[in-house]
């Protein structure tokens, strides 16, 4: 499994009547089936019963039944968690991770930058607000599941200042300040470095597919009216 790159779908919900986010999967895993590349793929999530077409074109997946209203809107912890444990078990040492319902366009240069050893991190990342990103994130599987895993997820706040707060916790471990920290073990790309394109706002249901041509306007924040930090250079 040492030539594979995990690929995890995170951040999945579906109630009854939001099937249609399964169709959102299954064209995101066929886009990453399209290129030239060798994916573990885990999708690790809650709700409805995935459907068997999505079950049969992954490697491994963790789906719980019922919602757990408690990880939505808080990093998705538990299931994000579960997915890197699955990588880990399968001998999978490097990973990406995006929503179940984004694309990296340029994921060659996410790959690319896997070479480095390092950390791979996007927005909503910012030292000076004390968060980071949790939705895309890469780098070597047990680093990046460190920043999981460091302390006792705080379900009083969201995943972007649970990780940072972790972060500030492994950078003390190695007596470094936490912009250090990010320096030496971190790097940052902007949604715009690797077209990281979310499909929610651009979406047919019916002919499930996108609505129109994906472009800038679909770099995820753009049309959530999500504001850019730029990291921590």
């Known amino acids: 499994m040492k030539d594979k790159i995990g690929l995890v779908f995170s951040h999945i919900h579906v109630r009854e009547h939001e099937r249609y ?134 379900y009083s706040k969201s995943g972007l200042y649970n990780l940072f707060d972790n972060a500030n916790l492994l950078a003390k471990k190695d007596n470094l300040t936490i912009s250090d920290f990010f320096k030496q073990n971190c790097l940052f790309f902007s949604p715009h470095d690797i077209s990281w394109v979310t499909l929610d706002n651009n979406w047919d249901s019916s002919l499930k597919k996108p609505s129109s041509e994906i472009d800038s306007s679909d770099v995820w924040g753009v049309k959530q009216g999500y504001e850019h930090y730029g990291g921590f250079d």
């Open 21 to 154: 986010k399964f169709d959102i999967l299954e064209y995101c895993i066929n886009f990453f089936n399209n290129s030239n590349h060798n994916f573990f793929y885990v999708v690790s999530g809650h709700g409805v019963e995935m459907p068997t077409s999505i079950k049969e074109k992954v490697n491994k997946f963790y789906w719980e039944s019922s919602i757990d209203n408690n990880e939505i809107g808080r990093g998705h912890p538990k299931f994000c968690i579960k997915a890197y444990d699955l990588l880990i078990q399968n001998n999978i040492e490097l990973c990406i991770k995006l929503r179940a319902s984004d694309i990296a366009l340029d994921i060659d240069k996410v790959i690319s930058a896997l070479n480095t050893r390092k950390i791979l991190l996007s927005e909503q990342t910012s030292v000076e607000r004390g968060m980071i990103g949790d939705l895309f994130m890469a780098g070597p599987t047990s680093k990046v599941r460190g920043l999981w895993t460091e302390n006792m997820w705080d």
